[in-house]
């Protein structure tokens, strides 16, 4: 009898043990089908934009194949679900549950964002990425979003962009006072330093800004995009290089509640298919706007022009003065000012001997 009782309580205790193991292996119970995620992701782009927005599609695509349609994540361009400049707000109170912009197109919100696009004279795209992901500026990053319902990752980058597009040739500073240019961001302010007016403006809109005369210049990203818009129909002079944007890096925003619904293996898929988008929006820039290049000079007649190195110089001091004057706004636009510099420093100092060294010596 005590034999048989004890016999059958070892069996329990087995049998149980067994289940607990199960369902710790399958994560799931077996009667319970799996939830799918059906999302928004909105952009500042228009649809299928090359590289800016066809980066949301790859990373739309790339999640749905990883998760076997679990997360579902539909692309809306530019002024499909909300305006290209609308995506922070929509994202912050959940009208979708992600976003793909640029971080300076939210300077309103806090002028430290502005750091986690591009600073002119600042980090390139390699840096960059190298900030984000081991220089500590991720953390910052999800520090500053925090307050917004909203998880930044970093979501693609232009590299060194173009200077932009002129009806008039740059000789002087004196060619910058009183023109009317469209460029976002810190390289805006140190414009309106040198004496222009700057003017943030969606892409879309650029072309016909650029062409009625409502705005004199404008820069926007490169050969491969500036192509796509006809911007050489609209001017003929192509400055070089884009010293207020050497290496802008895009956004994903997640809203906070919708990730934490999320489960695990679901939120660590969009953190890698985010990081898969930002090297491969890179890749593609790299291999393509040299092509769109000469397309622009041979077949366009584009004219290619460097900046006066003067020019260039005087530039580069306004910015010193102008992203320092930004940093003293609030304590932690400081605070990521701080973090952005003392790495900037350090990897542009190594950076001389190595990638800059090479690249001159390479150039010979
Ligand atoms: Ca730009």
Same mark, same amino acid.
């Given at each position: 009898m005590k034999l048989k009782l004890i016999l059958g309580l070892t069996l329990a205790v087995l049998l149980s043990a067994c289940g607990k193991e199960q369902a710790a292996t399958d994560?799931?119970?077996?009667?319970e089908p799996a939830q799918t995620f059906k999302w928004k992701l909105v952009t500042?782009? @228009?649809? !299928?934009?090359p590289g800016l927005g066809t980066g949301p599609e790859k990373f739309s695509k790339m999640v749905n194949e990883m998760s076997a349609g679990r997360l579902q994540v539909k692309v809306y361009g530019?002024?499909?679900?909300? @305006?290209?400049? +609308?995506v922070f707000d929509a994202v912050s109170r959940g009208t979708a549950e992600m976003g793909h912009s640029g971080?300076?197109?939210w300077k309103g919100k806090s @002028?430290?964002?502005?750091f986690f696009t591009t600073v002119p004279f600042g980090l390139t795209a390699q840096e960059m990425h190298g900030w984000i992901h081991y220089g500590g500026g991720l953390e910052i990053w999800q520090e500053l979003y925090a307050p917004f319902n909203l998880i930044p990752l970093a979501g693609g980058n232009t590299g060194v962009q173009m200077g932009g597009w002129f009806?008039? +040739?740059? !000789?002087?500073?004196?060619?910058?006072?009183g023109l009317k240019m469209r460029m976002p961001g810190l390289g805006g302010e140190v414009l309106q330093r040198a004496g222009g007016t700057p003017v943030t403006l969606p892409g879309a809109e650029l072309f016909t800004a650029l062409q009625t005369g409502a705005i004199d210049a404008t820069e926007w990203v490169g050969p491969y995009n500036d192509l796509a818009f006809g911007l050489h129909k609209a001017a003929k002079f192509y400055y070089y290089p884009g010293w207020h944007e050497p290496g802008s890096m895009m956004e994903f925003t997640v809203n906070k509640q919708a990730f934490e619904k999320l489960p695990k293996d679901l939120q660590a898929i969009v953190k890698v298919a985010s990081r898969a988008v930002n090297q491969d929006m890179l890749d593609e820039y790299t291999a393509r706007n040299n092509h769109a290049l000469k397309e622009l000079v041979g077949k366009h007649n584009v004219q290619l022009r460097a900046y006066p190195e003067d020019v260039l110089a005087k530039l580069r001091d306004l910015s010193e003065e102008v992203v320092k004057e930004v940093s003293e706004k609030d304590a932690m636009t400081k605070k990521v000012y701080e973090s952005y510099k003392t790495y900037k420093d350090n990897v542009q100092e190594y950076h001389s001997i190595t990638e800059q060294a090479f690249l001159n010596a390479r150039s010979k």
């Open positions: 994560g799931t119970a077996a009667s500042s782009w @228009p649809k !299928n934009f530019a002024g499909q679900l909300v @305006p290209a400049l +609308e971080a300076y197109y @002028p430290a964002s502005q009806n008039k +040739e740059i !000789n002087s500073m004196d060619d910058l006072k």
